[in-house]
């Protein structure tokens, strides 16, 4: 065969399922046969125009899991037909940022279904030395979950989260709801979640957290008396709204942390008393991808069961249905994930 089908984002809100040539590999690389690959925030944007315009067309992308069907001819550890996840963070691999994994630093990065052709089609092309071997029998779909787990236990290390804290997520959809199962893991408490929606707050108590809060006039009082007047020592904010972002601040106690993961439009900006900042020793940190470790912890964690998968493995659609399923992600609240079976 030299060619596949693939999802192509010609436009913004607009795939069309072509028949295009099956990437090369260079002498590191493989070719994965892709089987899941899931919708993730990222990929919205992207459909909706709000990021990413001008590199359409562009196969989105980046939540996948597959098989090996061809790999490079200096590639001795891979086996054809092993299953894998892949990082999809591509560096030199060799500048500062690179040796201290903090890939998307480096001057070369390149993110595959990004800023790259990525999953949305039957085969990828990736660097051999990004690919994690699946020894577990995990299925699938929930497989697939592992970029966005990676992308919580980063944030998780990032903002230092620890045994016993009180946590403020902003956000009870499918980023969110991880956020809260990594909380969770973790040991920290009370674990206090906001969003507007009552079936996702809902979705949120049963992962884990003990507060879902709907209202937004409730969040400060509810936030205030589980943490005797304080305010939380960690509030992360996974929806990327400017507002929330300056709540965050509020709602963080005297030498709290907030953690900055929701991404916002390019500009957005949020004031910040310095004075306050300063007295108070407020920290700050952001994160927004897995890499490297991130993605081996986080195949660990879904292959021992630690995360509640139940809510993510819900919706899947054919490679040929993709319109639709972009087109109807709002209208299913209850759907944390939907996914994209592109192969058997």
Same mark, same amino acid.
């Given at each position: 065969?030299?060619?596949?089908?693939?999802?192509?984002?010609?436009?913004?809100?607009? *795939?069309?399922?072509?028949?295009?040539?099956?990437?090369?590999?260079?002498?590191?690389?493989?070719?994965?046969?892709?089987?899941?690959?899931?919708?993730?925030?990222?990929?919205?944007?992207?459909?909706?125009?709000?990021?990413?315009?001008? #590199?359409?067309?562009?196969?989105? /992308?980046?939540?996948?899991?597959?098989?090996?069907?061809?790999?490079?001819?200096?590639?001795?550890?891979?086996?054809?037909?092993? #299953?894998?996840?892949?990082?999809?963070?591509?560096?030199?691999?060799?500048?500062?940022?690179?040796?201290?994994?903090?890939?998307?630093?480096?001057?070369?990065?390149?993110?595959?279904?990004?800023?790259?052709?990525?999953?949305?089609?039957?085969?990828?092309?990736?660097?051999?030395?990004?690919?994690?071997?699946?020894?577990?029998?995990?299925?699938?779909?929930?497989?697939?979950?592992?970029?966005?787990?990676?992308?919580?236990?980063?944030?998780?290390?990032?903002?230092?989260?620890?045994?016993?804290?009180?946590?403020?997520? *902003?956000?009870?959809?499918?980023?969110?709801?991880?956020?809260?199962?990594?909380?969770?893991?973790?040991?920290?408490?009370?674990?206090?979640?906001?969003?507007?929606?009552?079936?996702?707050?809902?979705?949120?108590?049963?992962?884990?957290?003990?507060?879902?809060?709907?209202?937004?006039?409730?969040?400060?009082?509810?936030?205030?008396?589980?943490?005797?007047?304080?305010?939380?020592?960690?509030?992360?904010?996974?929806?990327?709204?400017?507002?929330?972002?300056?709540?965050?601040?509020?709602?963080?106690?005297?030498?709290?942390?907030?953690?900055?993961?929701?991404?916002?439009?390019? /500009?957005?900006?949020?004031?910040?008393?310095?004075?306050?900042?300063?007295?108070?020793?407020?920290?700050?940190?952001?994160?927004?991808?897995?890499?490297?470790?991130?993605?081996?912890?986080?195949?660990?964690?879904?292959?021992?069961?630690?995360?509640?998968?139940?809510? *993510?493995?819900?919706?899947?659609?054919?490679?040929?249905?993709?319109?639709?399923? *972009?087109?109807?992600?709002?209208?299913?609240?209850?759907?944390?994930?939907?996914?994209?079976?592109?192969?058997?």
């Amino acid at each position: 065969m030299t060619t596949m089908r693939a999802a192509v984002l010609t436009a913004p809100k607009r *795939f069309e399922l072509r028949e295009v040539p099956i990437p090369n590999i260079g002498p590191e690389d493989v070719l994965v046969r892709v089987t899941r690959t899931g919708i993730c925030g990222t990929d919205i944007h992207i459909f909706n125009g709000h990021y990413a315009a001008d #590199r359409l067309p562009l196969i989105l /992308g980046h939540e996948f899991c597959g098989t090996i069907a061809g790999r490079g001819a200096n590639v001795r550890h891979l086996d054809i037909s092993a #299953r894998v996840v892949v990082d999809i963070n591509i560096g030199c691999d060799t500048c500062f940022w690179c040796r201290r994994n903090e890939v998307l630093n480096c001057a070369e990065v390149v993110q595959v279904g990004i800023s790259r052709d990525g999953a949305f089609a039957e085969y990828v092309a990736v660097p051999a030395r990004l690919t994690i071997p699946v020894s577990a029998d995990i299925a699938d779909d929930v497989l697939a979950l592992t970029e966005p787990v990676s992308c919580v236990v980063r944030a998780a290390r990032k903002a230092k989260a620890a045994l016993g804290q009180s946590v403020v997520v *902003f956000g009870a959809g499918p980023i969110g709801n991880l956020h809260v199962q990594m909380m969770r893991l973790i040991g920290t408490a009370p674990i206090i979640v906001a969003d507007l929606s009552a079936d996702r707050c809902r979705m949120a108590m049963e992962a884990g957290a003990d507060a879902a809060v709907a209202d937004p006039a409730q969040l400060e009082p509810i936030v205030r008396k589980m943490t005797a007047g304080r305010g939380a020592d960690l509030v992360i904010e996974s929806v990327g709204s400017r507002r929330l972002y300056k709540q965050a601040f509020d709602l963080a106690r005297r030498g709290g942390h907030v953690a900055f993961f929701g991404i916002t439009p390019p /500009g957005e900006t949020v004031p910040v008393d310095i004075l306050r900042t300063v007295l108070e020793e407020t920290s700050l940190k952001g994160s927004v991808a897995g890499m490297g470790e991130d993605m081996h912890d986080a195949l660990t964690l879904l292959s021992h069961g630690r995360f509640r998968t139940s809510d *993510f493995t819900k919706a899947s659609y054919t490679l040929e249905n993709i319109q639709q399923a *972009f087109e109807t992600l709002g209208d299913r609240p209850q759907d944390l994930k939907t996914q994209i079976a592109v192969s058997a």
